[in-house]
């Protein structure tokens, strides 16, 4: 198994409705399938790989240490299914991943998080895959980000279609985003506004910020307070994102608006380089403060954002460097985020004919 972040669907759904459901899933993204011996051929015949207790899967299911010693002799791909409870079942994933198993199933009781945290930490530096059962597709981005190198997959039991579709969007906000460089055309200071400050609940790394912008189809990569100045403290908690009106990209690829973001809230950071993670919002500071329009070009199209004129917000250029609003010029190149789609309806994108400008 690819040792990257994804969705193992365990279908609950009728015989009659699985090879479609199969289908759908696979559209979705979604590769492996543990399944009854008696839904490997269907599930395989429908496009899935199977992780099954059966001769006839792709990769046999073992449920103690004994099966996977015979597993591992007759030269099988296999995973454990474990439920941990204990130290001891630990033990047993790790003994597991040493003897070569592609991957640990695990499923937790009361404590979720604890047991997963000393798994990873014991076997995250070999091959083996760490794939958690969820509940519901609202787990997904706890699983992803425990001990910050969350775990490889989830494992999730979906009744439909709908359920694959809600964990798919999930995962997604930890894929990464496209960025490209354009070219500022104008910089212009303007009167006053209200800007938006987005306090986090997480030290954000040096490259890090969040995407906004006036149009939704090209968002500005707004880089964190962390470098801090002679004149104020670093902040690495919170970006400076700007006026209240812009659009920001949330984790599951839809766009809300600065103004209705509040504690509690979970929105997308993302790095110079197009990684991604959720980060939640511990406090947004909405106060009045003088703007700068600044605007770019790249190829086949244009946007644009309005920033507080403050020292202390940057945009991220070439190799990273960090530029100040104050120091932005024509000609400088920066970091933004361009949609395929035309336009944003309720923050969903849409392809139809919208204009802004």
Request: charged share 25%.
């Amino acid at each position: 198994m690819p040792n990257s972040k994804q969705i193992v669907v365990n279908p609950k759904v009728g015989r009659d409705d699985l090879p479609q459901f199969v289908k759908d899933s696979v559209a979705e993204g979604v590769k492996l399938f543990i399944c009854t011996p008696g839904e490997t051929e269907s599930v395989k015949n429908a496009g899935g790989v199977t992780v099954s207790p059966s001769e006839d899967a792709d990769i046999f299911l073992v449920s103690s240490l004994d099966e996977a010693v015979v597993k591992q002799k007759e030269g099988c791909r296999f995973a454990l299914k474990v439920k941990v409870e204990g130290n001891e079942d630990i033990a047993t994933a790790v003994s597991a991943a040493k003897m070569g198993a592609e991957a640990v199933v695990v499923e937790t009781g009361d404590w979720k998080i604890i047991p997963l945290e000393n798994l990873i930490a014991d076997i995250h530096r070999g091959n083996t895959s760490i794939y958690a059962k969820v509940d519901s597709p609202n787990e997904v981005p706890t699983m992803f980000a425990v001990l910050e190198l969350g775990v490889d997959g989830v494992v999730l039991s979906a009744e439909g279609i709908d359920d694959v579709k809600q964990a798919s969007k999930h995962l997604s906000s930890i894929g990464g985003v496209d960025l490209i460089f354009a070219k500022v055309t104008e910089v212009k200071n303007l009167g006053v506004g209200d800007r938006a400050c987005i306090d986090t609940a997480s030290i954000l790394n040096p490259g890090e910020g969040i995407l906004v912008g006036s149009q939704a189809k090209t968002l500005f990569l707004v880089h964190n307070e962390s470098s801090g100045s002679k004149f104020t403290s670093p902040r690495p908690f919170r970006v400076n994102a700007g006026s209240i009106h812009s659009y920001i990209l949330m984790p599951d690829g839809t766009t809300r608006y600065l103004s209705e973001i509040e504690s509690g809230d979970e929105v997308l950071a993302v790095d110079n380089e197009g990684n991604t993670r959720t980060v939640i919002v511990g406090r947004v500071k909405i106060e009045r403060r003088p703007l700068t329009l600044v605007k770019v070009e790249y190829e086949g199209g244009s946007g644009s954002t309005l920033l507080q004129n403050a020292e202390t917000i940057p945009l991220i250029g070439k190799e990273g460097a960090q530029i100040p609003v104050t120091d932005l010029k024509a000609g400088d190149e920066i970091l933004v985020r361009v949609d395929r789609a035309s336009g944003r309806h309720f923050g969903v994108a849409v392809d139809e004919f919208v204009l802004e400008k």
